[in-house]
C-alpha cells in the first residue's frame, strides 16, 4: 500500500507503508532475539547434543535432540533476557553492551520482563511435558542460578561472580543427560566439571579486554580489582582443574583412545596459551589485551572440539 505524505515546502513523498510496516516487525522481532544473547545460546547447545549422544550410547532419537535444543534454548533466552532486564543500568555505561534494545529503548523493560516469563514457564514445561521432570527442574535451576544467583546477587558483589555463576552454564550437561536417561551419572559430573572450570578461563579474558568498561559499570570482575598477573595465575589453576576433569572421563564414561589423545592435545594447546598470558603479565609487557583475546577465542574452540571428540568417540568400535 502506499501513501502520499504533503510536506510544508510543497514536495511530495511517497511511501510503501506495507514495506515500513514489515521493517519495523523485523526490527521488533530482531530486538527481541537480542535479548535472548544468540552466541550465548550456540555455545550452550553446543556441549548438549554430545552429552545427549553420551548418555545414549549412540545417536538419540532426533526428534528428542531437536526437542532438547528448543527447550534449552528457550531457558537459556529466558535467563539472558532477564540479564538484560536487571542490568540494563549497566549495559548502558559500557561500550561492549550500550546497543542492546533496553539500552536504545526498542524494548521496554516490562515488555522484556513478560518476554522473559513467558519463554521461562515455557521451556520448564516443555521438558516437564516430552521429557521428564528431572530435567524440567534442572531446567528452573539453570534459569534461577544465572538471572538471580548471578545476575542479582553476586555480579554486583564479589570479584569471584563468574566462578559460582558459571554453574548456570554447566546445568545443560546435566539437563541433557537428564532429558536421555531421566537420572545422573558421574560421566555429566565430569563434564559439568570441565564447564565450570572453563568459565573463568574463558570470561577472565574477555573482562581484562574490557576492564574499564567494567569498572566505569562498578562491576568487581577479577581483572577489576586484581592485577592481570594474578588473574593468569588463577587461569591456569583453573585450566589444570579443567584438564583433570576432561581426563577423569575417559574411565568413568570408558572413552577410547581417541578421546584421550584429542583431550590431552586440546590441554596441552590451550594451556600453553594461558601459559603465554601468565608469562606476559609476568614480564610487563603491554601486549595482554591481545594476548587475553587470543585466549578468550581460543577458550570457545577448546570447548567446542572437546565435546565434538566426546559425541565421535562414542560411536568408534574399539
Not at 544473547?37 to 532426533?62: D, F, S
Not at 511435558?129 to 546477587?153: E, G, K, Q, R
Request: hydrophobic share 55%; net charge positive; aromatic share 12%.
Amino acid at each position: 500500500m502506499m501513501r502520499v505524505l504533503y510536506h510544508e515546502n510543497g514536495t511530495l513523498t511517497r511511501v510503501n507503508t506495507s514495506q515500513t510496516a514489515s521493517r519495523h516487525l523485523r526490527d521488533r522481532v530482531g530486538a527481541y532475539v537480542a535479548l535472548t544473547k544468540p552466541r550465548i545460546i550456540e555455545l550452550l547447545l553446543v556441549t548438549t547434543i554430545p552429552t545427549m549422544i553420551l548418555a545414549e550410547g549412540g545417536l538419540p532419537n532426533l526428534w528428542k535432540v531437536l526437542g532438547a535444543l528448543v527447550g534449552g534454548g528457550l531457558a537459556a533466552g529466558s535467563a539472558n533476557a532477564y540479564n538484560c532486564v536487571y542490568d540494563r543500568d549497566i549495559d548502558a555505561v559500557m561500550s561492549r553492551t550500550k546497543r542492546r534494545p533496553l539500552v536504545t529503548g526498542e524494548v521496554t523493560p516490562r515488555a522484556a520482563l513478560v518476554f522473559a516469563t513467558v519463554l521461562g514457564v515455557v521451556s520448564i514445561a516443555w521438558f516437564g511435558v516430552f521429557f521428564n521432570m528431572l530435567s524440567a527442574v534442572l531446567t528452573l535451576a539453570a534459569i534461577l542460578l544465572y538471572s538471580v544467583f548471578y545476575t542479582i546477587i553476586l555480579k554486583r558483589r564479589t570479584p569471584q561472580n563468574i566462578v559460582w555463576g558459571g554453574v548456570a552454564g554447566c546445568m545443560p550437561v546435566f539437563i541433557g543427560w537428564a532429558a536421555v536417561n531421566d537420572s545422573l551419572d558421574w560421566a555429566p559430573v565430569a563434564l559439568f566439571g570441565v564447564i565450570f572450570f572453563w568459565t573463568p578461563p574463558h570470561y577472565w579474558p574477555l573482562s581484562v579486554k574490557f576492564k574499564k568498561d567494567y569498572a566505569a559499570a562498578s562491576v568487581p570482575m577479577l581483572p577489576v580489582v586484581a592485577s592481570d598477573r594474578r588473574v593468569a595465575t588463577e587461569m591456569v589453576v583453573y585450566t589444570v582443574a579443567m584438564v583433570a576433569c576432561s581426563l577423569a572421563l575417559v574411565p568413568l564414561a570408558g572413552m577410547t583412545w581417541v578421546y584421550t589423545v584429542i583431550a590431552v592435545a586440546l590441554a596441552v594447546w590451550f594451556g600453553w596459551q594461558v601459559w603465554l598470558m601468565l608469562d606476559n603479565t609476568r614480564r610487563g609487557r603491554s601486549k595482554t589485551g591481545r594476548i587475553a583475546m587470543n585466549v578468550f577465542h581460543a577458550s570457545i574452540t577448546y570447548l567446542t572440539v572437546l565435546f565434538v571428540a566426546v559425541a565421535v568417540d562414542v560411536f568408534l568400535p574399539w
